[in-house]
């Protein structure tokens, strides 16, 4: 395989990849909507989940969608690749991506999308490593 037909292939399987994403952030977006928080709200979940979902497919080097997503990567996301790289990144927004991912994969396990010892896992690791998390952007 050249380089070229390479680069062709993993751009393919990004795009591929984005578009399988879409309805998982279209049906988590209308459940948050069901739930009734605010539009500023509702955007700012769906913002992080969308961030994190570019982080696992240009980052990560996983290739993954956003319901094969780990423990492992919403950690390494947390504690490492978002407080480096996010401009943004402080003490305040990570309690909101904390807040995000605590939403989202609740919504996932209830919904079938993902296996309910993957939201335990990444549940857990939210609780228990939150402190250091929020260390991370205090820095």
């Known amino acids: 395989m050249t380089e070229a037909n390479h680069a062709e292939t993993y751009e393919q399987r990004v795009h591929a990849l984005q578009f399988a994403n879409q309805p998982i952030l279209d049906g988590f977006e209308r459940a948050l909507k069901q739930s009734g928080l605010s539009e500023q709200t509702i955007k700012d979940h769906r913002d992080n989940i969308e961030f994190f979902a570019h982080y696992l497919l240009l980052y990560a080097y996983s290739l993954r969608r956003l319901d094969e997503a780990t423990e492992r990567n919403v950690y390494d996301f947390l504690e490492d690749w978002f407080p480096r790289k996010a401009l943004w990144a402080s003490v305040s927004s990570m309690k909101i991506y904390l807040a995000s991912f605590k939403k989202f994969f609740t ?12 939201v335990e896992d990444v549940l857990s690791t939210l609780k228990e490593s939150r402190n250091l998390f929020l260390r991370k952007v205090a820095e």
Request: hydrophobic share 60%; proline share 8%.
């Open 107 to 118: 919504w996932m396990g209830a919904s079938g999308l993902v296996a309910p010892e993957i």
